[in-house]
């Protein structure tokens, strides 16, 4: 059995500078009417879902970034807590 490599101490790739990616991924199930709905930008994919679902994925990553902006961060260098606390205050929650 092969053993992962540990990703915290992989060397950078080619065409990589050791910098460290993230990104947000959103897939939305309940698309049945046919369409392929895809969204791309900088640090972010959507992919499927209902007009709706899609639409309110892509509203939710648009003011997510818009926050991270305003912090003066990258997706890559966003903690945990932070980054549940940015997405909730993105989707309209309240906590």
């Known amino acids: 059995m092969h053993e ?3 990703p915290n101490t992989r ?15 959103g897939l939305g199930l309940d698309g049945q ?3 392929v709905r895809i969204t791309k930008g900088e640090n972010f994919l959507l992919q499927g879902g209902s007009e709706e679902t899609h639409g309110r ?6 003011h997510f970034n818009e926050k991270l902006a305003q912090r003066g961060k990258r997706l890559e ?3 945990h807590q932070e980054f549940v606390d940015l997405m909730n205050e993105a989707a309209g ?3």
């Open 4 to 6: 992962l490599p540990d």
């Open 11 to 25: 060397s950078p790739g080619p065409g990589r500078r050791g910098r460290k990616r993230a990104m947000l991924l």
């Open 33 to 35: 009417d046919g369409h």
């Open 57 to 62: 994925m892509t509203e939710t990553t648009i």
């Open 77 to 79: 260098t966003v903690g």
């Open 93 to 95: 929650g309240t906590t």
